[in-house]
């Protein structure tokens, strides 16, 4: 099935900072989909990016799609603790499945 | 007023043992999926069913066995459990198919196999 690679696999960041995960395809995906999981709870559905070159903006989250639709990043500025979860990217293909990045884990120091 | 809702939320049993998860979804959706999360948090489907017809069925031993009665209900029967089934089980559902569509997942079911 389709592959998704995720990196960093574990960011660890200090309040304050930013970073960014990133998401890469060897193929051309149909669409890309980023979710959030806070431990001990259950992956929640952030946006979905379609077209190629796509930027969207959640408040501190910025999400793009690459031109070629095979890679997709996240970057979050400015850091804080509520931003603690694993970050999921999902890449939805052609075969009615949605397949997972295997997640950057998002730990922040105070 | 929960959109997407598993039972049990837990479940520990011994190896050999049969038990079964229900999904329950209230959002109207077609589409409804089975997740098992590993202790690496990776998220593999196993199954999919699209207004009770299976779509998808990954590489999964035949102990697991879903069931659709309807397009708002999906439960999975685990027949001779493992150690190795030990994990979180995500129900999820969506309007249409999986691949374009986002998906609204429960709480899980965390599983340990004794």
């Known amino acids: 099935g389709q592959q998704v690679m995720q990196i960093p696999q574990y960011q660890h960041v200090q309040e304050g ?92 120091r105070a | 007023d929960t959109a997407v809702s598993q039972t049990p939320k ?11 998860i229900k999904c329950e979804q209230n959002l109207g959706h077609d589409t409804m999926y ?15 069913y699209n207004n009770k017809e299976l779509i998808i069925n990954e590489t999964v031993p035949n102990r697991f066995s879903p069931k659709s009665p309807d397009k708002a209900h999906l439960n999975l029967h685990i027949n001779s459990l493992e150690l190795g089934d030990s994990a979180v089980y995500f129900c999820a559902s969506s309007h249409g198919t999986g691949g374009g ?7 899980g079911t965390r599983l340990s196999i004794l």
């Open chain 1, 17 to 108: 900072e930013d970073f960014t995960t990133y998401c890469n395809s060897s193929t051309t995906l149909s669409n890309i989909q980023w979710y959030k999981q806070r431990p001990g709870g259950h992956p929640v559905f952030l946006i979905q990016l379609v077209k190629s070159g796509e930027v969207k903006k959640q408040k501190r989250l910025t999400f793009q799609f690459g031109e070629a639709k095979k890679n997709s990043s996240l970057h979050i500025t400015a850091t804080q603790t509520t931003d603690v979860g694993t970050y999921f990217c999902a890449a939805g293909t052609h075969d009615y499945k949605l397949s997972f990045g295997a997640g950057t884990t998002v730990t922040v």
């Open chain 2, 34 to 48: 089975w997740y098992k999360q590993d202790s690496k948090k990776f998220l593999k489907i196993m199954f999919s």
């Open chain 2, 10 to 20: 837990y479940l520990v049993t011994q190896m050999g043992n049969d038990k079964s």
């Open chain 2, 101 to 107: 569509q986002p998906q609204h997942f429960g709480d």
